[in-house]
């Protein structure tokens, strides 16, 4: 069943373990995150760009679309529907169509105007018991053209933003989205005991965990981030199992171009990703 993410990521802070954000982008996507986390009796979180509700028709169809996949799938573990760095607009869309939780992405506004729709949405969305998402320090990398450098968060300004009523904080520590450059200097665990100190109990969050060592996510988690974001490695080894099928000529054989049998490798692909992932962030069993 669809629900929000504030009571999933307060178990998660409470017992040490992360709860992964896997980012959908079609139905192959979505079906193949939503049965490996029946399997391995996991909550999750699906992530919804702006630029992937628009591919996939509109925020609408992506809420039907979970909805049906739950029932018709027979889901029992937790389940939320997150708008990925919504803008403010976004934000108020996705709410609209019956997401179970949003970010508002207010880091390029100055502090104050981040703060003043952080506030307007907050107020929205616990009418609706919708959780959100709110972001300092931008994020590195690019996601859907939002462009960020990667900045470390400031903790008073994190303190600032928690204090008005977000659900979960997501703090820039050095960490970017896509593959991480051969000269990433590694995520600042410095910056980030002192935003756990100053808005602790809040769950944090940590955007572009793809390419991020194993020992870094574990130690991320032990300083309080529950909330692990994954987009490109899902990507990467859907590309990487379609590519092999095509070139082992498989379309060719039978009715291997049907497009069932043509995503079907990847599809396990992402199965097997998202369960390497729950298993590293701990939340396996944990439903």
């Known amino acids: 069943m669809l629900v929000s993410v504030t009571e999933m990521l307060k178990k998660a802070k409470e017992g040490k373990y992360a709860v992964g954000q896997f980012n959908i982008n079609n139905l192959e996507w979505t079906k193949a995150i939503l049965l490996t986390a029946q399997e391995c009796n996991s909550p999750v979180i699906l992530g919804v760009s702006e630029g992937a509700g628009k591919y996939m028709t509109g925020y609408k169809t992506v809420v039907n679309m979970v909805k049906g996949m739950i ?92 204090d008005l009523g977000v659900d979960i904080l997501a703090a820039g520590i050095g960490n970017i989205h896509g593959k991480y450059p051969e000269n990433w200097q590694g995520l600042n665990f410095e910056v980030l005991a002192e935003i756990e100190k ?66 079907a490798p990847g599809t396990e692909a992402i199965k097997a990703t998202v369960k390497e992932k729950m298993e590293l962030f701990g939340s396996v069993g944990k439903a």
């Not at 997150?82 to 179970?100: I, N, V």
């Not at 949003?102 to 506004?109: K, L, Q, R, V």
């Not at 602790?200 to 032990?222: C, N, R």
């Open 198 to 263: 100053a808005t602790s109990p809040m769950p944090l969050v940590l955007h572009g965990g793809t390419g991020i060592p194993e020992d870094m996510i574990k130690k991320a988690i032990s300083l309080g981030v529950s909330k692990i974001n994954v987009n490109t490695e899902c990507q990467l080894s859907f590309a990487d199992a379609t590519r092999k099928y095509i070139e082992a000529g498989k379309d060719l054989e039978g009715k291997g171009f049907d497009p069932r049998k043509l995503l």
């Open 71 to 162: 029932e018709g799938l027979n889901i029992t573990v937790p389940v939320a529907i997150h708008l990925d760095h919504g803008s403010y607009q976004g934000a108020l869309d996705a709410m609209e169509a019956g997401f179970s939780s949003i970010m508002f992405d207010g880091s390029h506004y100055s502090i104050e105007e981040n703060i003043e729709k952080t506030k307007e949405l907050v107020a929205l969305a616990n009418s609706k018991g919708i959780s959100v998402e709110a972001e300092v320090g931008s994020i590195g990398g690019e996601e859907d053209g939002v462009v960020g450098a990667g900045e470390v968060a400031d903790p008073n300004e994190c303190k600032m933003i928690a």
